[in-house]
């Protein structure tokens, strides 16, 4: 995958200029140590697991540790001698990632996904719903549809009959005009009006997409159709040698035999439309499909946009919704283990490919998701179960008797079993409390004035703001009745 993953990889050179890949992935890896260790089917079924750091060279980092360069990851990779196996396993881990992500406090949805540079089928993604989310995700509101953008299905429309306009279509000037919105205004059109062509290698050869003018484009879905491994725009020189044209004047009318066009279901519902000369400043008005020029391949290219029609059911339509994305599930099959050699001998004494399954969670992106999750105005509000802290005590009283108090509080609290951060810094109490809910401690236990007076202290709820006075003797008590509700 040195070109598949494309500019994400990153790529160096050691002193002897031998090329390096830091790993953005691990499927190459460990394959290849099945391969040399895992001979027979009474070996299988293998699931190998590894918490690690991942790199990838992501144009734009951002949020946080939403999106970065090094991140960590939990990736396991599992064999199999038949597909049964691998569903048996694929649906194990599918409901182990489900009760992860509930005990982490993070409520996620399944969503279809693309599998990208990784490749497999069935492959599946779990989504916390958030705005601050950089993935996109339709979801229907009448069924149980969910999918991420790159891969969320756009009904077909139905095709109307091809016809010729009367006269053919003309060719008109439209002096430097190359964008949708220009060449729209210009003409007086609705931008629906217009066909894109948009020219593509697809594994080495040139394919003209053709989307309507107010769509955009879903390279992913472009690459399925195409059934290519690798696929990039054409280049400026491309589009010149094969249209005669500059960028931005494109049109299916009149290309190389040797270009496939493939076109967008929707453009089989367009008629009269305007399209690039393949003539510098020029466009065609008044073009059809099946008259003015062929349609090899059609497809779904387009990206669903909110609204849509739900394309499994007849009642609902997509909403979009923005997330981040916490873990994917793929089912492999043997592209890695026929490429790497990791074979097995059946029952029967022949040797299969083992079929394979992988798995991904995003450990250093799910505590910002958690995060995300739960918060308020004060800052973070940690779920008990995944708190770096379970109780922060509170030292807002200085002197000897309430540091012994305090330090005899933490000591017993650490017996019980709970994770405890004693703040005894030389600062003012509102410090101290802004810092303990901007931290987010589930439980706080506050040693104050009244610890001298009364010898009692006050044990906080950081979720909801519930609080208790208690004595010293019932703080282990109070601290676990709180905790039940955090």
């Known amino acids: 995958r040195w070109e598949a993953f494309g500019p994400v990889l990153f790529r160096l050179q050691d002193r002897s200029e031998r090329w390096f890949a830091l790993g953005p992935t691990h499927e190459e890896i460990v394959t290849d140590l099945v391969a040399r260790d895992v001979a027979s089917y009474r070996q299988l079924p293998l699931n190998l697991y590894q918490i690690t750091v991942k790199f990838r060279d992501e144009p734009r980092p ?3 540790i939403v999106r970065v360069r090094e991140f960590i990851m939990k990736d396991a990779y599992s064999f199999h001698i038949s597909a049964e196996s691998l569903e048996e396993t694929y649906q194990a881990m599918y409901k182990a990632y489900l009760r992860i992500f509930e005990r982490l406090g993070i409520e996620t949805v399944a969503v279809e996904a693309d599998p990208g540079a990784i490749g497999g089928t069935d492959t599946r993604e779990f989504m916390l719903l958030t705005p601050i989310g950089e993935d996109a995700v339709f979801m229907c509101g009448q069924c149980d549809y969910r999918a991420n953008a790159e891969c969320a299905e756009v009904r077909d429309c139905g095709h109307m009959e091809p016809r010729r306009r009367d006269g053919g279509y003309e060719l008109v000037e439209t002096p430097g005009m190359t964008t949708i919105e220009q060449v729209s205004g210009f003409l007086g059109v609705e931008p629906q009006q217009l066909v894109k062509t948009l020219l593509y290698q697809a594994d080495g050869r040139m394919v003209a997409a053709l989307i309507r003018g107010d769509r955009e484009l879903n390279e992913a879905k472009l690459a399925r159709a195409m059934g290519a491994s690798q696929l990039r725009m054409a280049t400026a020189d491309e589009i010149a040698e094969v249209t005669g044209a500059p960028v931005g004047f494109s049109g299916p009318v009149g290309l190389p035999e040797d270009v496939l066009v493939v076109a967008d279901h929707e453009v089989g519902c367009c008629a009269d439309f305007v399209v690039g000369a393949n ?33 499994r059911c007849e009642q609902g339509f997509l909403a979009l919704h923005r997330a981040i994305e916490l873990g994917h599930l793929f089912k492999l099959g043997t592209r890695y283990s026929e490429a790497l050699g990791a074979y097995v001998d059946t029952e029967e004494s022949q040797q299969v490919p083992a079929i394979m399954g992988c798995y991904g969670l995003g450990v250093s992106r799910c505590v910002a998701a958690i995060v995300e999750a739960h918060h308020d105005e004060d800052g973070i509000c940690w779920p008990l179960s995944v708190a770096p802290f379970e109780v922060g005590i509170l030292q807002v009283e200085p002197g000897e008797e309430p540091t012994r108090i305090a330090g005899d509080l933490t000591q017993e609290l650490e017996e019980a079993g709970w994770e405890v951060l004693w703040d005894d810094r030389d600062e003012r109490a509102g410090v101290k409390f802004k810092d303990a809910d901007l931290i987010g401690y589930p439980i706080q236990v506050v040693v104050g004035k ?7 202290v006050e044990v906080r709820r950081r979720k909801d703001k519930a609080q208790r006075l208690v004595s010293l003797s019932d703080v282990k008590a109070a601290v676990q009745e709180l905790a039940e509700g955090a």
């Open 62 to 64: 951002r949020a946080g």
């Open 279 to 311: 003539r510098a400043d020029a466009h065609l008005v008044g073009v059809n499909w099946g008259s003015d020029f062929v349609v090899d391949r059609w497809a779904d290219l387009r990206m669903a946009v909110h609204g849509d029609p739900c394309p």
């Open 450 to 456: 009244k610890v001298l007076t009364e010898h009692l």
